[in-house]
């Protein structure tokens, strides 16, 4: 997988006279990524995510401004990568509140996640904490 820009460029395509069609920008959108892993401590935390994963990604892949969201294995099979990518800060916030209140948050509140978040290419700004174990 290579993102190779961290800026979304939403166009139009309008048609003009004698259908003669021009594209326009819309808006230029800073998105936001993050990258990193889902650690779990045992086995039980790992059938966790397996049973709850697809519907998660069923509901995260279907909201607005999303767009990347991958959680694969790895070869431990007790880790996860997560790659998220959202159309700017709004949509990432909105993505994160859903989350929190979700069966799959819900579930999966006491696995470790390590994960970094960027934005307009720039270099993580933060860790993102396990909010989810604060809940």
């Known amino acids: 997988m290579n993102l190779q820009s961290n800026i979304e460029l939403r166009l139009e395509r309008r048609v003009l006279k004698n259908n003669v069609a021009a594209i326009t920008p819309l808006e230029v959108v800073s998105c936001v990524e993050l990258r990193g892993r889902l650690v779990c401590a045992n086995r039980a935390e790992a059938a966790t995510i397996e049973r709850h994963l697809p519907r998660h990604i069923e509901l995260t892949s ?60 720039r270099e993580p700004a933060a860790v993102v904490p396990d909010e989810l174990e604060q809940s």
């Open 62 to 121: 279907a909201e607005p401004g999303c767009l990347l969201f991958e959680v694969r294995p790895t070869g431990d099979p007790l880790v996860w990568t997560v790659a998220e990518k959202f159309a700017g800060q709004e949509a990432f916030a909105a993505h994160q509140t859903r989350v929190a209140d979700s069966e799959w948050g819900r579930a999966t509140a006491g696995i470790k996640r390590e994960y970094k978040v960027s934005s307009d290419g």
